[in-house]
């Protein structure tokens, strides 16, 4: 029996935590700040559920196989003592968060443990504690390797797909081409996605997009020459109410996360000498909206 903690039991955590609370082979554990009684989420097919285990201090958790860290990029910092109490010898911490420096954000907090950066494709709500709504299909990309192959038995026998790539930093920025398309918009008009039907809206989305992908290429990612287009035109098919992650933290007065996606492309951008100045403008605006306080687990 495997023993899996989930750190941040948020949208994410809670749809790929719910899927290993239900197979009995699995011993999981919830990391919450206050306890709940069940995981459900709900699909666009049916709604999943689960009763589920909790522990709401560091101080009552103990080493475990695999951590699910699902807390958001920024908020890595304030789990640094449930990471401690969590590690062991073998432990695997599968990082399951936006952008592509998830080994320099969780390396720091895990005493030589194996973290395996991890590409989330799902799409998905926290309605509230232990309540998720998740609009689409939900599937994991690890980086290849002893732990992404761990990561993908415990889901064995579940309807998620994990697909382990020899190319992550492909998959990493062609992920954050994907964020930095819509985001940063829909936080900053406090808009669904159909503000990218506006021309200008679009164009910027584009703007933005193209910087990201020179600066990925730059780092060895293998990006289609017109990828800003396809992103956005594939974005725009999108109901237009539909939100953003950064949409959702904004109206909900969480900090938005901004440093892990336009921030990334400041900072990589000018480590190779490329300009960035939509994604710095975007960066800054969405900086000075951010909230001071943080609901990092539950």
Same mark, same amino acid.
């Given at each position: ?179 930095? #398309?819509?985001?940063?918009?829909? @936080?900053?008009?406090? =808009?669904?996605? *159909?503000?990218?039907?506006?021309? !200008? +809206? /679009? %164009?910027?989305?584009? #703007?933005?997009?193209?910087?990201? @992908?020179?600066?990925? =290429?730059?780092? *060895?990612?293998?990006?289609?020459? !017109? +990828? /800003? %287009? ?69």
């Amino acid at each position: 029996m495997s023993k899996v903690a989930v750190l941040g039991v948020g949208a994410i955590g809670g749809v790929f935590g719910v899927r290993l609370c239900r197979l009995e082979r699995h011993d999981v554990t919830l990391c919450v700040r206050r306890p709940i009684e069940k995981l459900v989420v709900e699909t666009p097919d049916s709604v999943i559920e689960s009763k589920v285990k909790c522990v709401t201090s560091p101080s009552k958790a103990g080493p475990v196989d695999c951590v699910l860290l699902a807390v958001k990029g920024h908020q890595v910092p304030d789990v640094a003592g449930w990471l401690e109490a969590l590690v062991g010898g073998d432990t695997v911490i599968a990082v399951l968060q936006n952008g592509v420096e998830h080994r320099e954000r969780v390396e720091p907090y895990t005493r030589g443990a194996e973290v395996v950066p991890v590409v989330v494709n799902c799409p998905a709500d926290r309605l509230a504690p232990g309540h998720v709504a998740q609009q689409g299909g939900a599937g994991l990309v690890p980086e290849d390797g002893r732990g992404a192959r761990f990561l993908a038995s415990l889901y064995e026998d579940t309807d998620v797909p994990v697909k382990p790539t020899s190319d992550f930093t492909t998959a990493s920025w062609a992920k954050l081409c994907n964020n930095v #398309g819509a985001g940063p918009a829909t @936080a900053l008009t406090d =808009r669904g996605r *159909g503000v990218l039907h506006e021309p !200008d +809206v /679009a %164009e910027l989305c584009r #703007g933005l997009v193209r910087e990201c @992908a020179a600066v990925g =290429r730059a780092e *060895g990612a293998v990006l289609a020459d !017109d +990828v /800003a %287009e396809r992103t956005i035109e594939r974005l725009k098919d999108a109901d237009p109410e539909a939100t953003t992650s950064m949409l959702v933290d904004r109206r909900a007065g969480r900090p938005i996360e901004a440093d892990v996606m336009t921030g990334a492309v400041v900072r990589i951008g000018a480590r190779h000498g490329i300009p960035t100045p939509l994604s710095a403008a975007a960066h800054a605006l969405l900086s000075s909206i951010n909230a001071p306080n943080m609901d990092i687990t539950n």
